[in-house]
């Protein structure tokens, strides 16, 4: 369909700005180390601007710079390893509170544990400026490529019809709108408070099928503007019947 033939968007009963068009993208994982890129940027400019100022026998700036990178990137690692969902949230919050407050019985009763825990983490960790510039690049370089690789695989939801675009030879699967369901899916509870990242399963019943689209950033918006658009489809064939 060209672009002088797309329906103009129309408003809902609310006074919304119902879309004509939707464009869906299923990112990645290497986007939720978005967090780790801005943290690498961060180190390097402390690294240039305190680095030869730190007397290495003392804690300084940079050295907090560097625990505070390491442990970005170790949270940012396990979530792309583990999908951690509202349950384990909840476990996992409780199994940290729970040590907290072991912590602090045990320190009641002199064993002197913050000071030995301020010892064990008091390692003077620390890299020069270049290491974390070169590290963000490196993120960079790859998020570019996410960013290439979503342009060519991507779904476009219209008034009739819903079009999976996929790789760069532009293959092209079709499927009707309005026998088209979906449901909205949030699988990790740390990405959707990151990035709104969740998946939208798509149930289609001229083929019967079922395609998942995993990590959809902001999926909220996208659900709702999905909602308008099938919503509209449901009235328009209530009436047409």
Not at 153 to 173: C, L, P, T, Y
Request: hydrophobic share 55%; glycine share 6%.
């Amino acid at each position: 369909m060209c672009a002088a033939d797309s329906p103009a968007p129309q408003t809902g009963p609310s006074g919304t700005r119902i879309p004509s068009v939707i464009i869906i993208r299923s990112w990645p994982k290497i986007v939720m180390m978005v967090p780790t890129l801005a943290l690498s940027l961060i180190c390097g400019v402390v690294m240039a601007v305190w680095g030869d100022r730190a007397a290495p026998a003392e804690f300084s700036p940079i050295h907090y710079a560097g625990l505070a990178f390491l442990l970005m990137l170790a949270v940012n690692l396990t979530m792309l390893l583990y999908d951690l969902n509202l349950r384990g949230f909840i476990i996992v919050a409780l199994l940290i509170v729970s040590v907290v407050l072991v912590l602090f019985l045990l320190e009641q009763r002199q064993w002197a544990v913050w000071r030995s825990l301020a010892g064990i983490f008091g390692v003077r960790v620390f890299a020069n400026s270049a290491f974390y510039f070169m590290f963000a690049l490196v993120l960079l370089f790859n998020l570019l490529i996410a960013w290439v690789i979503t342009r060519f695989n991507f779904w476009k939801i219209e008034h009739n019809e819903i079009i999976i675009h996929k790789g760069f030879m532009h293959e092209q699967e079709r499927h009707p709108t309005a026998q088209a369901r979906f449901k909205l899916v949030i699988e990790d509870v740390v990405e959707y408070a990151l990035m709104g990242s969740g998946t939208l399963v798509f149930y289609f019943g001229d083929s019967k099928t079922e395609h998942r689209l995993p990590t959809v950033l902001f999926v909220h918006r996208k659900a709702r503007m999905l909602d308008e658009i099938l919503g509209r489809l449901a009235v328009i064939d209530t009436r047409a019947g």
